[in-house]
């Protein structure tokens, strides 16, 4: 595992956070049911990629000593009710997680709505805007956010949200896309933004685009956030953005 702050791990190039004064696999944007929502703009692509998300989540709980997992935001995808598809997929992860006798903490995402039911009904813990546990901050990163209510307590924050890849261009020229972590700092603290976790969320270039998504990020210099590349069965690629920005 490529730890990426004291205590802070990628799992084995996979898309999940393991931090280890909590004990805690931490994941984001899995954005269940997206398939549903492509095709109902003639975009037709395979049926689920559900079992696909579930597989790396097993994958990666086997490989850690996990007792509980945050789902940092857009466990679903739908902005409105959730899809059949969706209510099924969710329901089979979050009892598939239950069955591992994991605390399971959901962080609210901007495409998390509707959820609310079926997380009270499981008796699952729902976090709207932020979780916060031992000085560390896990916030979906759609929202801006003040450090205030926290004071000093606040050592780390962890978003998501920003979907983060870089592209870069082999020895011909030809542009690659991969999925990656950011390190850097806001408000003054270190801060890690995770990549998605579903498959069709291929990532926002952020060496390309030279700007953020999130709010929370607005402030931060690219050129100084560090990225850890990470890629199927490789070793995760740990590059600063100055040498990556075009």
Known sequence: ???????????????????????????????????????????????????????????????????????????????????????????????????????????RGNHDNFIIPLLKKMDIGFYDPYYFEKGILFMHGHKEISLKEFGKEVKEIIIANEHPSVVIRDELGVKHKFKCFLKGKAYGKPIIVIPALSPLAEGYAINVAQEFLSPILKSVDIKEMVAYIIEPEAEVLEIPLKNLVF
């Open 1 to 107: 595992m490529k730890e990426i702050l004291p205590g802070f791990k990628i799992i084995d190039a996979k898309p999940g956070l393991f931090v280890e004064k909590i004990k805690a696999l931490v994941i984001s944007d899995l954005h269940i049911g997206y398939e549903a929502a492509l095709e109902k703009q003639g975009i037709q692509i395979p049926k689920s990629q559900y079992p696909k998300i579930k597989k790396q989540i097993k994958e990666m709980l086997e490989m850690v000593d996990a007792q509980k997992i945050i789902i940092n935001g857009d466990l679903k995808h739908e902005f409105g009710e959730a899809t059949l598809q969706e209510w099924k997929e969710t329901k089979d992860l979050l009892e598939f997680l239950k069955s591992r006798k994991l605390e399971i903490i959901v962080v």
